[in-house]
């Protein structure tokens, strides 16, 4: 453990460098194409054996006898016009799945993961001398629209990568610069996005009585929907529904024939998950009953995350390991309302997992959040700080 220091340190220049590349060609989710080959050609020059799986990177290391353990980072990046003035700011353009021309940035982050991983890989293949057994690293499309540990494990993961004892993955965030945090039990939300699309019947604006006005429907429903976390859940339990978009009609003075509305729904049980859906399906079922709507209302679910929860068994014994070597930098976190798709990945292989989060800003109080336009984790020493988070939760499992 205290070469790590010393062996991070040395690779600055490079990891740096790799660093800014990465951050200079963002991709959105599953159209990665140039992060894939540049992930895939850096691995390769790290003398690995890279293989795409599902529109990811899988590189297996072997080293002996030992037990075999996953690390995976994301590598997508989102639809956001760069504001971070630094020099090597994006100023990359791409065609999102609507055909829209739509700058691009790496505003949560995911190009330090990368980063990180190809840090740790290249000190495990230098110096394997330090550890034994099989290092999976993992570079995943995808996780800003829950589709990349999905097409992974779609495309045969499991079948192509030995079975690891424990998959490991971190998210760079608001916190000090130089730290690391986790938590035990649930982590980052469950969360489902959900269309819904309400039935009326349209006429002029000045002949409401031949209505069934979809507008007046969709506001009923989301006022109603208020009371999904206010009345029917458990004031322990967490629960949030978000309505994000209502959208009906092109003039005002017709009323439309439907009107659509898009929630988002995030929990920290599967069961709270289940009893918030079928309260949003029954609302809006009874008020477009209510409201004389002659059709059914159209549920349509999308972008579906996990909930990421650290058991007390991994949570222990690498939380020790980061005690003992970063000290005081470490502390337990707070859990965080935001979502991951990562699970997916430890599921479809049935083990363990474990999941934390280190900063990336020198003061939290002014850092910006994540998907924030501004939102620019310092080289150093958060490259560093993930780099070694990386190897001290491999070395816990794999070191001599």
């Avoid at 490079?14 to 992060?35: A, F, I, R």
């Avoid at 608001?174 to 982590?187: D, F, L, R, S």
């Avoid at 209502?246 to 729904?265: C, F, H, K, M, Y």
């Avoid at 009953?289 to 222990?316: H, I, V």
Wanted: aromatic letters at 8%; hydrophobic letters at 35%; glycine letters at 8%.
């Amino acid at each position: 453990m205290s070469d790590i220091e010393k062996l991070v340190a040395e690779q600055k220049d490079w990891q740096e460098d790799l660093y800014k590349e990465l951050h200079q060609h963002p991709e959105l989710s599953m159209q990665e194409e140039w992060t894939r080959g540049r992930i895939t050609k850096e691995l390769k020059d790290l003398g690995a054996e890279p293989k795409e799986i599902g529109g990811g990177v899988v590189a297996v290391i072997e080293n002996g006898e030992g037990a075999a353990i996953l690390c995976r980072a994301d590598f997508d990046a989102l639809p956001l016009a760069e504001d971070t003035g630094l020099d090597y700011a994006s100023t990359a353009r791409q065609q999102d799945e609507d055909g829209n021309k739509t700058p691009v940035m790496h505003g949560c982050g995911h190009d330090m993961h990368t980063a990180c991983l190809l840090g740790a890989v290249k000190l495990l293949l230098a110096h394997k001398d330090l550890w034994e057994g099989t290092f999976v690293a993992l570079f995943q499309p995808g996780e800003e629209t829950a589709q990349g540990a999905k097409s992974m494990v779609e495309a045969g993961l499991v079948e192509q990568v030995p079975k690891p004892e424990v998959c490991l993955a971190q998210h760079v965030v608001g916190i000090k610069e130089g730290t690391v945090n986790a938590v035990c039990g649930p982590t980052f939300s469950g969360a489902t996005s959900l269309k819904i699309t309400v039935f009326g019947k349209g006429s002029h604006g000045s002949m409401p009585h031949l209505s069934v006005d979809p507008v007046v429907m969709a506001a009923a429903i989301v006022l109603r929907l208020q009371t999904i976390v206010s009345r029917e859940t458990s004031p322990s339990d967490f629960a949030v529904v978000t309505v994000g978009s209502i959208s009906a009609g092109t003039s005002a003075n017709t009323i439309p024939d439907s009107a659509v509305l898009q929630l988002n729904i995030r929990t920290y049980k599967e069961q709270v998950q289940e009893q918030v859906t079928a309260a949003i399906e029954r609302i809006v079922k009874a008020e477009c009953a209510a409201s004389g709507s002659q059709r059914e209302p159209k549920f349509e679910y999308f972008n579906k995350y996990p909930l990421t929860s650290n058991p007390k068994e991994q949570f222990d014994r690498i939380t020790g390991a980061f005690k003992n070597y970063f000290g005081e930098r470490y502390a337990d976190g707070e859990k965080v309302t935001a979502s991951e798709d990562f699970t997916y990945i430890p599921k479809a292989f049935d083990v363990p997992y474990f999941y934390w989060t280190f900063g990336g800003f020198p003061d939290p109080k002014t850092a910006p959040g994540n998907h924030s336009p501004q939102f620019a984790p310092t080289l150093a020493p958060s490259l560093r700080t993930g780099t070694q988070a990386l190897l001290v939760a491999a070395l816990e499992y794999l070191g001599k």
